[in-house]
Each structure stands twice: as C-alpha cells, then as structure tokens.
C-alpha cells in the first residue's frame, strides 16, 4: 500500500499507471470483441478513408478500420510482451538464485551459459530464434524471453549472493529451516524490489523488439493485426494515407512510455540510493 | 585473481560457447541448404548431384565432424563457403563491415554531440522547466521504435520537402564521400535519435551525482568561476558512465542495424544476416553471427578496461 501511494505522489508513475492502465482496458475490450467495426472484415467501398466519425483512425487498403486494429494489435503486442517477461523473470530469477544458492562450480557454469547469451546482441539472438522456430507469434515470445533470461539472472544474482552471507541467513539455517524455505523467503522476498524495476523495464523493451520482429515480417502473422506489421504495410501508402503511419506510430510510443515512465518512478521509490538522495 | 586477467581467460572460453551455441542451432532449422539455394529446381538434382553438392559444401558428413571441421578452418580464417554467394564467407562479410561501422561510428557522434550537453544543461538547470522538457524529450526518444522515427523521416521528406532519400545503389565512402554522407545521414540520425536519448539521461543523473561531491563543492568555495566548475572539474568524472553506456550501445551497432538497415535499403551487416537466415545458408550465417558477437565481445571488453582506466576507485582485482 505505501509502495502504490508512493507511486500516485510520483508525477512520472502517475502519469505511466495511467497509460499501462488505458492499454490494459483496450486490449481486454478488443479481446471480448468490443470494437467499433470488425477489425478483419474487409470493407472494400471504404478503402483508405481518411480519419472521419465513422472509422476515428481512418482505413487501410483492404477498408479494414484502423482503431479496431490498433485495439487488437495492442492485445497481441502484449501477450507477447508478458508472457516472455514472465518466462525469462521466471527462469533467470530460479538460475540466478541456484547460482547464488550453489555457489563455487555451478555458480561458475550457470553465469559463464549466461554470459554466452549475453555475447549476442538481443536482436541477432531473436533473429536466430525466428530462424529456428520461423516466424509467428510463438517465436517473438520465445526470442524475447531467451534474451532476457540472462539479464534476470544477473539480476538476481549479485544480491542474492550478498544476502546469502547476512547473518538473519546464517540463523536461519541454524534454526533448521529448508533450503528451500531460506531461498523462497528470505532471499527471494528481499529481492522483490530490483526485479519489479527490472520487469518494468522489460516490458518496455518487449514491446519495442515484438513490434520490431513483427515489422521486419518475423512475429505475429497476418491477417492478425500487430502494431509492427500496420507499420510495416503503411511505408508504401504513406503520401496518400499518412493516418496509417500516424496512429500506429503514437500507439507503440505511448505505450512503450508508460512502462518507461512507470519504471522509472518504480526506480526512484524502490531503490534506497535514489532515496536517500532525494531526503 | 586480477578481474584483468579473469576476463581474459573466460573470453576464449565464451566465444568458444558461442560457436557452439551458433552451430547447433542452425542445425536446427528445418530444410535444407541445398533445396533453399536451388528452390524449385533442386526437384530436377539427381541423388548424385545433390550427393556431390553436399559433399562440396561439406553437409553430408556427421555433424560433430563438420564441427570440427568448421573450428579449425576458424582458426585458419576459413570460415566455410556461402550458398548464396559461391564465394568463401568472410569476404562477403568484410564487405558489407564498413557499412555499419561508418553507420555505428556516425550515430555515436550525433548521439555524444546532442546528448552530453543536453544532459549536462538539464543537470545545471535541475528540477526547472527547461530541465523537465529535456527529460520529456530524451523520455520520449527512448520510447519511440528506430522504424517509426525513420518511416517519420522519410514522409515528412517526401510530403513537405519532395526529397526521396537516395535508396538502392549504395555508394562507398571513398568513392563518393558526398552522395555517401547523404545517404547516411537520415538512417544515421534515425540511429542516433534513440541513442542520444539514453546519454542525455546518463549524463544528466551521472552529472546530477557530481554536482553533489565534496570536490565540485571546494572548487566552488575556492571561487572557481561556475561554466569552469561544470565543465572542467565535473564533466570528466561525469562521462564515466557516459563512456560505458556509449561502448555497450556501440557494440550493439556493430552488429547491423537490421530494421534500420531495411527501411533505408542499406546493404549492412544486419540485412546481411537476415538474408542469409531467410536462405538458409549456414555457413553465411555461422560466420556473421560469431563475427558479430566477437565485435561485440570486444567492444564490450574494452568499455570495462576503459572504465577501469578512467576511475582510479575501480580496482582491478576488487571484483
């Protein structure tokens, strides 16, 4: 409760709540079907309108309606966001704290695989997923998650091993409590506050690589509406239908600020260093 | 153990997991070379001639053997034969290398150029109206995709200007400098929007921190005029981070910039890769991808020796 108060007093997580807040209720509207127009179905006498009262954002070549589209693009772009972010916090949280937890040899091999990892830049280790799995929406989830795997678990690592030497952990064992007790609430409970931050900010970056994948044709497919591929087909149509560049557009950048914003107050409520600076 | 010689030692020993890490999954891939290069024609191959062209590219023999094969032509700077090109892999890759690293090296400039004094001027003017629309706009810049700032580019041109950027024949540096700066300049700035962006707020908070140490308060009390104070005795510890930030991003940049690269048409690296992954060709594939990741290793290597170089606090063996 103190930690939500916090973020309303904070203008930049207000302000990035607000906007995760709206995408959330318009994604769940597109999913129970409540658009303006049937975002698929092809109305050919109204192609390429400009924005009026009937389609809010215009129309594209087939006479599919843009606001219905951008609802469930923004639907796709995050599944795909939560669900990778949820798989790689899942997996490097559990590999950084074994790491931790081990300690000596398996410390040593569990970071040098994750330091293979991170020797690709994130978008040439999705490129190779998408060339494993081809392209579709599965893979942008998988390619996501696997470059982020590695970033939690260094993550998580650094202060789990410092925890691990603190006395409440050492009584703990004394008292006899299971190992798995020790990880579960002591070390993972402490380090509650750098991973929100951390998943906050790779939400953002989700958004960013799945609209990315899809734009260069490598994630969701059509006639499935993603924000990268309206992008991608508005480059040929742009002097004559700029609303298709536009919306799109805006849509990703918003909501790719919300996260930022909101991770970032995220960092500045959380992170004691911020903290103390600030009193 | 020194943390110098550490990162030494597990370098060879990364690279070496990558290689692994690149062979084994493009093993994966469903299909085959030879029907990817040949496409409907590889139906019209005897099973001699598919037989003989995959011993000519060496895919018919056990793969822990063609492992094999492919490290130790590593080492000789053999890096395999492309299937899309029919010319041995790293001069393909060598030329299409000068192309991004002009591109990284142009948008590092733009980005150190706008960025370092936007954020030190939001630092000096800390919590006042010009400081908020600074952060505003680096905020925005980071959260805008490169596609959606380049394809902003290109219409605003073409609409209000009547100008197409130059596509498709790419000219080289040293040929045309000037119709080769042009064609750079928009996907580099595109780059260098994003790039800018992150170190204005780096050094905004970086310069924000050493506004408040001891020191910059003795240089002040000593009289020193404030621009001197600023730019003279907080600035270069300021950069520090500035440098880090800058070296990982330019690391990433050396490995294509492949969305850029594709709304441009720029024959990169990055297109490079993605080419070869959409034709299957391996050994192509192989090569850029631990070519890039080696730039990258690299890169990423000498940001921490630089940085342990430009703060004497870091010692080297603290780690």
Redesign the interface.
């Known amino acids: 409760m103190r930690i939500l108060a916090a973020i309303v007093r904070h203008p ?1 997580g207000r302000i990035g709540a607000t906007i995760i807040a709206l995408y959330l209720l318009t994604a769940l509207l597109g999913a129970v079907g409540f658009t303006p127009h049937n975002a698929l179905k092809q109305v050919p006498i109204d192609r390429l309108k400009a924005p009026n009262a009937a389609y809010w954002f215009g129309t594209d070549l087939l006479g599919r309606d843009t606001f219905s589209r951008l609802m469930l693009g923004i639907g796709e772009s995050f599944l795909v966001a939560f669900s990778s972010v949820a798989i790689a916090a899942f997996v490097g949280t559990l590999i950084g704290l074994l790491a931790a937890w081990w300690g000596a040899i398996w410390d040593g091999i569990l970071m ?2 994750m ?3 991170l ?6 280790l999705a ?2 997923v ?3 799995e ?1 392209p579709g929406t599965v893979t942008s989830v998988t390619a996501i998650a696997i470059v982020y795997t590695p970033i939690f678990a260094r993550v998580v690592r650094a202060p789990a091993l410092s925890l691990k030497a603190r006395d409440f952990v050492a009584a703990a064992r004394t008292f006899g409590s299971s190992q798995r007790f020790i990880l579960t609430r002591h070390l993972l409970l402490n380090l509650i506050a750098p991973l929100t931050v951390q998943i906050t900010l790779a939400l ?1 970056w989700a958004l ?1 690589t799945e ?2 994948l899809s ?2 044709g490598l994630g969701t497919q059509p006639p499935s509406p993603s924000l ?1 591929v309206m ?2 087909d ?2 040929s149509m ?2 004559r239908a ?1 609303w298709l ?1 536009i919306f799109p ?1 805006l849509t ?3 909501g ?2 919300g996260f ?2 909101f991770g ?1 107050a995220l960092r500045d409520i959380l992170d004691p260093r911020t903290q103390r ?1 600030a009193a | 153990m020194n943390y110098l010689t550490q990162r030494l030692l ?1 370098f060879p ?3 070496l ?2 290689s692994v ?2 062979f084994f ?2 093993r ?3 299909g085959d070379a030879i029907t990817a290069m040949l496409g409907t024609e590889a139906g019209l191959l005897t099973p001699a001639q598919r037989a003989s062209l995959a011993s000519y590219f060496g895919i018919d023999q056990p793969i822990v053997t063609q492992y094999g094969h492919w490290v130790l032509g590593l080492l000789q700077g053999d890096f395999g034969i492309s299937t899309t090109y029919g010319k041995p892999v790293l001069p393909v890759i060598l030329a299409r290398f000068p192309l991004t690293l002009e591109l990284a090296l142009f948008s590092m400039v733009i980005a150190l150029a706008v960025g370092v004094p936007a954020g030190v001027f939001a630092a000096t003017h800390n919590e006042r109206p010009s400081d908020l629309v600074v952060r505003l706009v680096a ?2 810049g ?7 700032i380049g ?2 580019f ?2 605003v041109l ?2 209000y200007f009547h100008i197409l950027p130059a596509m498709g024949s790419f000219t080289s540096l040293f040929s045309d400098p000037l119709g080769n700066l042009g064609q750079m300049i928009l996907p580099a700035i595109t780059l260098g929007f994003a790039f800018a962006a992150s170190v204005t707020r780096v050094s905004r908070s970086a310069m924000l921190d050493v506004l ?1 140490d001891d020191y910059v308060r003795t240089a002040r009390s000593k009289g020193a005029p404030a621009r001197s104070v600023v730019w003279h005795h907080a600035l270069p510890n300021a950069l520090i981070p500035v440098v880090t930030l800058s070296g990982v991003e330019f ?2 940049l050396l ?2 910039a ?2 850029v690269e ?2 441009f048409a720029l024959p990169g690296l ?1 297109r490079l ?2 080419d070869a ?1 959409s034709q299957r060709d391996y050994a192509l ?1 192989e090569g850029a ?1 631990l070519f ?2 080696f730039n ?2 690299v890169v990423n290597l000498l940001v921490d020796l630089a940085y342990a170089a430009l703060d004497p606090r870091i010692r080297l063996g603290g780690r």
Request: glycine share 12%; aromatic share 8%; hydrophobic share 65%.
């Open positions: 930049s040098r695989i330091d293979v990892f020797a690709f830049p994130a978008i040439l490129l190779l998408v060339a494993i081809g953002a960013l609209a990315g734009f260069l990268g992008l991608a508005s480059k742009m002097t700029p560049l557009g990703i950048m918003l790719i600020l930022n914003l970032d600076r | 597990t020993l990364i690279l997991g990558v890490l690149v999954a493009i994966l891939v469903p905020m925005l980071q959260s805008t995709p490169s596609f959606v394809l902003v290109i219409y073409s609409v408040g690391g990433y490995g294509g492949v969305i594709q709304i990055g890769t993605l992954i594939v991808v890039i990741a990258f290793m």
